[in-house]
C-alpha cells in the first residue's frame, strides 16, 4: 500500500476523481450578490455541461435583462422554448422583453401562452393579473404604455 492510499484510508490515486462544481448554484449566490457578469459566467458553464438546462436557461435569460442584454436574453428564452414550448416562466419573460422591443403582437402570443397554461403557487396570482392587464392593454391600447415587467 502507498503512502498515498494510507493517507487516504486504503483509497487508490485511481479512486479520486475531482468533482464537478455546481455551476446552476455557484451562479444563483453570485446574482443575489449583484454580480450577474460572473453569475453569467457560472451559467455558461453550467450549460457547457447541460446544454438544454431549463432552469440554466431561464436564469441566464433573466441575467442578460438585468444587465441589458436584451438581445441574449430573448435568445435564451426563446432556446428554453424549443426544448419545452410549455414552459410558462419563458412566455412570460419573453414577453415583456418583446414589449421593450417594440413587438406588442410576439408579447401578446407569448402571454396568451402563459396564460393557456399559468404556473400555480403561492405568487402565481399576481403574475398571472399582470399577464392579464398587460396582454388587455395590448390588444385594447388607451393611448399609453402596457405595464412595466414586474420582477
Do not use: C
Amino acid at each position: 500500500m502507498s503512502w498515498l492510499s494510507r493517507l487516504l484510508g486504503g483509497w487508490s490515486e485511481s479512486d479520486v476523481k475531482p468533482q464537478r462544481l455546481d455551476y446552476l448554484n455557484e451562479a444563483l449566490v453570485l446574482e443575489r450578490q449583484g454580480d450577474y457578469d460572473a453569475a453569467l459566467t457560472s451559467y455558461r458553464l453550467a450549460l457547457r455541461d447541460t446544454p438544454n438546462d431549463l432552469r440554466v436557461l431561464q436564469n441566464m435569460a433573466i441575467a442578460f435583462s438585468r444587465t441589458g442584454r436584451l438581445d441574449e436574453a430573448v435568445r435564451a428564452y426563446r432556446r428554453s422554448l424549443e426544448i419545452d414550448p410549455t414552459l410558462s416562466g419563458a412566455h412570460y419573460g419573453l414577453a415583456f422583453l418583446l414589449i421593450k422591443r417594440g413587438d406588442p403582437d410576439g408579447a401578446a402570443k407569448h402571454l396568451r401562452a402563459f396564460l393557456a397554461q399559468p404556473p400555480s403557487g403561492d405568487e402565481a396570482e399576481r403574475w398571472i393579473r399582470h399577464a392579464q392587464a398587460t396582454l388587455e392593454q395590448l390588444q385594447h391600447p388607451a393611448g399609453g404604455e402596457p405595464p412595466a415587467h414586474e420582477g
